[in-house]
């Protein structure tokens, strides 16, 4: 007595999986510059690491004596693997068998993978390759009659990105169900000429009035430049390299600490250009990666959303091998100010900051919000007071490192101000209510009309506010804490990342009300 045979046939029909969706579509996948579900699966994970989940279920058809004829696999590749040595849930689409459409799926193996990721504290990667949640109208040939619209498995999304880290790779045409798989994660990345994101494609939009391609639809230049994605990048291969190294600088899950890695660069290093980075006449722009890079490990800053936002940096980065978020102005883009799509990036990357419980590093330069119509038409007010809202309700500890502007509302959330002002201001700090430019014309505008000579008087008013303005006066009154040489930023940053972590705890990020 011996159970070979079934084993045979279990072998058959995990050969029958590997085909995917057969010679024809598996070649024109490869046409398309695409790779299959199989390979993307053993380049992303560990070598000889991944353990396939649900590798026979699909759709058989079996002839009159009940023998299988024919085997489809279901739309997605799931498992287990390790990633950077760290154990990970993997769930691929598979765009060969018939687009990925999820009518084709088993969408039971989704749901399974996302519990398991939850439930036993694994971050949970998603290749996402389908063409949407309800497949064509032609399925309603086979179950003749419609639904009322239910999605399986969003609730285990939503409770899920609570707990364990999302990572959302679009690698091809993601319509629907697809599309909000993308957006409902904590990091996504989008290939360029190879990935699509819209919530419905152009045979829908083209019926609505609109003839467009799906590049014009839902392309890279649309969804990476407003924040649907995070990241853009040009191959398959930089996007697999893009998650693990995002998934490196996290926990595992929320009830966990990031883990410190062993310190590569001198704690006491000071780079001697930060001396002169910044102009001394106010105005022009400097770079601010440059000074990141010049304070954080050598190597180490990770950019997260870099072409939209863009008045404001955000990333991952280590000191002294500890895991922290970046936050940094931009005086390139309208001079740092926090547009709407500038606020909308700082909420996002503070929560996920607070929910993977990384300290952060605001690298302050701020004239404020954007001003005039096109901000205000975009929303900027609630926008930025919900910004300021996921600054105050952080939970974890933030170091301001004052650079230069630091002006209004926007300029007074470099930090939650009611907690320790762990704070350092280089000597290029400028500060106030509003700015000194155009601040003295409409104070003395009464003065200087009737002045006799109102250039004469402009100037030494400038002159005698400029003294004014002096960061070391805000520092006699401590309103300043301290005033530093900007070559002593990075010792004193890992100063503070060690206190930092004295009192991270994990846990569960929960905040109140945003408005």
């Known amino acids: 007595m011996s159970w070979e045979k079934s084993i045979e046939e279990l072998r058959r029909r995990e050969r029958l999986s590997e085909k995917m969706g057969g010679e024809e579509p598996v070649e024109r996948q490869r046409g398309r510059g695409k790779l299959t579900v199989r390979e993307r699966v053993a380049f992303l994970v560990d070598p000889g690491s991944f353990h396939e989940v649900g590798k026979i279920a699909g759709k058989a058809t079996y002839g009159p004596d009940d023998e299988l004829e024919a085997f489809t696999p279901s739309t997605s590749v799931t498992g287990r693997a390790t990633l950077n040595g760290d154990p990970a849930v993997i769930l691929a689409d598979d765009f060969t068998v018939r687009g990925g459409a999820s009518d084709a799926a088993i969408w039971q193996k989704m749901v399974q993978s996302i519990k398991m990721a939850t439930e036993y504290r694994m971050p949970l990667v998603q290749m996402i390759d389908g063409t949407g949640g309800g497949g064509s109208v032609k399925s309603l040939e086979k179950d003749p009659r419609t639904y009322i619209p239910e999605t399986p498995g969003w609730n285990e999304i939503v409770h899920g990105m609570t707990q364990v880290p999302f990572v959302s790779l679009a690698l091809g045409p993601c319509a629907g169900m697809g599309a909000g798989r ?279 008013l400038y002159k005698k506010f400029e003294a004014i303005r002096s960061p070391f006066r805000t520092a006699e009154s401590f309103l300043a804490e301290e005033i530093i040489d900007p070559r002593d930023t990075r010792p004193l940053l890992v100063d503070f990342i060690h206190h930092a972590a004295r009192i991270m705890e994990p846990g569960e990020y929960r905040h109140g009300y945003r408005p």
Not at 351 to 373: E, K, N, R, T, Y
Not at 413 to 425: P, V
């Open 182 to 460: 993308v957006a409902a994660s904590h990091f996504s990345v989008m290939v360029k000429e190879l990935s699509q994101v819209f919530v419905a494609g152009p045979p829908v939009a083209i019926a609505l009035g609109e003839n467009v391609t799906k590049e014009e639809l839902g392309g890279w230049k649309i969804q990476g430049q407003n924040g649907t994605v995070d990241n853009v990048v040009d191959t398959e291969a930089d996007a697999f390299e893009a998650a693990r190294r995002f998934l490196s600088y996290l926990p595992p899950s929320v009830h966990d600490l990031p883990e410190r890695t062993a310190p590569r660069d001198d704690p006491k290093r000071k780079e001697d250009f930060l001396l002169s980075i910044v102009p001394t006449d106010g105005k022009t722009p400097y770079k601010p990666r440059k000074i990141i890079e010049a304070t954080v490990d050598r190597h180490s800053f990770f950019e997260i959303g870099h072409d939209w936002g863009r008045g404001m940096v955000c990333g991952l980065a280590r000191i002294d091998g500890h895991a922290v978020g970046i936050l940094a102005g931009d005086p390139f883009f309208l001079d740092g100010a926090w547009t709407a799509d500038v606020c909308d990036k700082v909420t996002r990357h503070m929560d996920l900051c607070s929910m993977f419980h990384l300290p952060v590093i605001h690298f302050v330069d701020c004239p404020g919000f954007a001003v005039g119509v096109k901000a205000e038409t975009a929303g900027v007010t609630r926008a930025g007071v919900r910004a300021m809202t996921a600054i105050y309700q952080a939970s974890v500890p933030v170091c301001s490192v004052v650079i230069r502007k630091a002006y209004g509302l926007a300029g007074s959330a470099m930090m939650n101000q009611s907690k320790t002002k762990w704070r350092y201001c280089w000597p290029s700090g400028d500060w106030g209510s509003l700015p000194m430019a155009g601040g003295i014309e409409a104070a003395f505008r009464k003065e200087l009309a009737e002045a006799e000579n109102p250039d004469e008087l402009k100037a030494a």
